[in-house]
């Protein structure tokens, strides 16, 4: 998938705007340069999630694929120590 162009605060301000009611929802999508779908998949995503809500989601999600990573190693280092265990010297 595509990166987005806007951050995911922007994204969130741009779902607050459309909140308002002031413009249209096609007329925001317009002036940001996203589809219609787009907006409603972003609406699914951050729905009543705040700016700091999403950076905390944003720190988390890095954070758990660090610890995704270093227990991925470790299982590699228990594998290769238990083949070198189970050969006779």
Do not use: H
């Not at 595509?2 to 308002?20: F, G, M, N």
């Not at 998949?41 to 954070?63: C, H, I, M, P, Y």
């Amino acid at each position: 998938m595509r990166p987005s162009k806007l951050s995911d605060e922007q994204i969130v301000a741009l779902l607050r705007e459309a909140e308002k009611g002031e413009k249209s929802i096609a007329v925001l999508c317009r002036e940001v340069g996203v589809t219609e779908v787009t907006f409603y998949r972003w609406r699914r995503k951050f729905a009543g999630s705040t700016v700091t809500d999403v950076r905390r989601l944003k720190q988390l999600e890095k954070e758990n694929a660090r610890l995704l990573r270093l227990l991925g190693q470790r299982d590699v280092e228990i594998d290769a120590m238990k083949d070198l265990l189970r050969k006779k010297w």
